[in-house]
């Protein structure tokens, strides 16, 4: 098994030539809705056990790498004021580059003999719409798949450490995202794809990065 692992919301850049559809939106650029917070630590830390990495370097506000090209939300109430054709260049330059480089590697993983475990790294605020999150790590997969099961049973006993640690929460693991569209194209016996969301008090705690890297060192050391 090899790791694959991806940072979609890494970066809250947004490059010079879109910048002035991002006048006066510096406080929601930098806020947790404009990248994750903390999670760049996370995916340098387990970085070293990965065979591939990739991360975002666009805020998802500008373009969202773990949003279908299609959905609702790929585009924010920002980068939806572009013209149709800027939009289009948007996801012919970064969103399918992006997609296309870590489906191509699973299958290339899968081609040598091996399967992909494929780690997504997120980070979540810890109060939305006035509501507190009632987690400190989420772990997002779809139960009908064994192979995901099982891993984020044994994953979640050894994060349980660290903080409370819930199943498909904050959000779905089937929702839309890029661990979900790439079980559409990859059988569980050749692909888990696990979305790992920390909650943001957490994940901006000393320690708490190599903490989650560490307990993957059992079964990635290799």
Not at 5 to 14: D, K, N, P
Not at 70 to 88: D, K, M, V, W, Y
Not at 175 to 193: C, N, V, W
Not at 195 to 213: I, P, S
């Amino acid at each position: 098994m090899k790791l694959v692992l991806t940072c979609e919301h890494y970066s809250a850049h947004i490059p010079r030539q879109w910048a002035h559809v991002f006048s006066g939106a510096d406080e929601a650029l930098h806020s947790h809705r404009g990248w994750d917070i903390g999670a760049p630590a996370i995916y340098r830390a387990i970085a070293p056990f990965a065979s591939a990495v990739f991360h975002g370097n666009h805020s998802r506000l500008l373009i969202d790498l773990n949003r279908s090209e299609t959905h609702p939300h790929c585009f924010s109430e920002f980068s939806r004021a572009l013209p149709a054709l800027e939009r289009q260049r948007l996801i012919e330059t970064i969103h399918r580059p992006f997609r296309d480089q870590v489906r191509d590697t699973i299958t290339e993983v899968n081609a040598s003999g091996d399967s992909v475990l494929h780690i997504s790294v997120h980070t979540f605020t810890p109060v939305l719409h006035g509501q507190t999150r009632n987690t400190d790590i989420g772990l997002l997969y779809d139960p009908s798949r064994k192979s995901e099961k099982q891993f984020v049973e044994w994953w979640g006993a050894q994060l349980g450490a660290m903080g409370k640690v819930r199943r498909n929460y904050p959000y779905k693991g089937t929702s839309d995202g890029h661990t979900t569209a790439l079980r559409r194209i990859f059988t569980q016996e050749t692909y888990s794809g696990i979305e790992l969301e920390v909650n943001q008090t957490l994940a901006n705690k000393r320690g708490t990065a190599k903490a989650v890297a560490d307990t993957l060192r059992p079964l990635l050391r290799s």
